[in-house]
């Protein structure tokens, strides 16, 4: 258990919908980043935040939105959804930024 | 970012050692060298990290080629359950411009033979 929650663990919806994946990193970690991995395919990196603020974006569409809370707590909100949009959603958090991550077990987004 | 490259995919023995090559060139100074591994149907998972020396952890071992361009991750024995993708990644130990990304590239898919 790497102390990430994810959740829901599965989701099925329909296109055009909207989701909120949500992620609560290990206890007194600052950092959390967000993934995308289709079938086959690797690890797309999509966003991070540090303390509440957002430091990096990866390959994030603008369907796409994110934000870390005061608690650290972080979602991903997903919006307009497609077919395309079907995947393994990963949350990491790590102490620091430049500190090892940990990854939760993921949310399986299906979108039918 | 510095880009790493790995072979798609290697195949070994259990209870052999496992080497798995990583090439990054263009390392920067300040670059620290990370393994991370994804088991079948689970989130990645940290292995290791070293910037000069060579390292140990109770996981694998690091050794870090000293013009720092190549590093192996050694898996002392292997076990069907070290069967994964394994990614190695470079961390810039200094945040440019307050971000510090963690991008992970195709990694080496280890098959692991009974």
């Known amino acids: 258990d790497s102390g990430v929650t994810q959740t829901p663990k599965h989701l099925i919806t329909a296109t055009g919908q909207r989701v909120t994946l949500r992620c609560s990193p290990r206890?007194?970690?600052?950092?959390v980043y967000w993934y995308q991995q289709s079938l086959d395919q690797g690890l797309q990196f999509l966003i991070q935040y540090y303390n509440g603020e957002e430091r990096a974006k990866g390959n994030i569409l603008e369907r796409f939105s994110a934000q870390q809370f005061p608690d650290l707590h972080s979602e991903l909100n997903l919006s307009s959804l497609e077919l395309g949009d079907s995947a393994l959603y990963f949350c990491?958090?790590?102490?620091?930024?430049?500190?090892?991550?940990?990854f939760g077990q993921g949310t399986r987004l299906t979108v039918v | 970012d510095a880009k790493t490259t790995q072979p798609n995919s290697m195949e070994s023995n259990e209870e052999e050692p496992v080497h798995l090559p990583c090439n990054h060139s263009t390392i920067s100074g300040t670059d620290y060298i990370h393994w991370y591994r994804q088991l079948p149907s689970q989130g990645p998972e940290y292995v290791i990290h070293g910037l000069t020396s060579n390292v140990n952890n109770r996981m694998a071992s690091l050794a870090i080629a000293e013009d720092r361009k190549s590093s192996t991750l050694i898996l002392h024995r292997a076990t069907l359950r070290d069967a994964a993708v394994y990614y190695c990644?470079?961390?810039?130990?200094?945040?440019?411009?307050?971000?510090?990304?963690?991008?992970f590239g195709q990694g080496t898919r280890l098959t692991i033979n009974p």
């Open positions: 990644i470079l961390r810039d130990v200094i945040p440019r411009g307050g971000a510090q990304k963690l991008v």
């Open positions: 990491a958090s790590s102490a620091q930024m430049n500190t090892e991550a940990f």
């Open positions: 206890s007194g970690d600052l950092s």
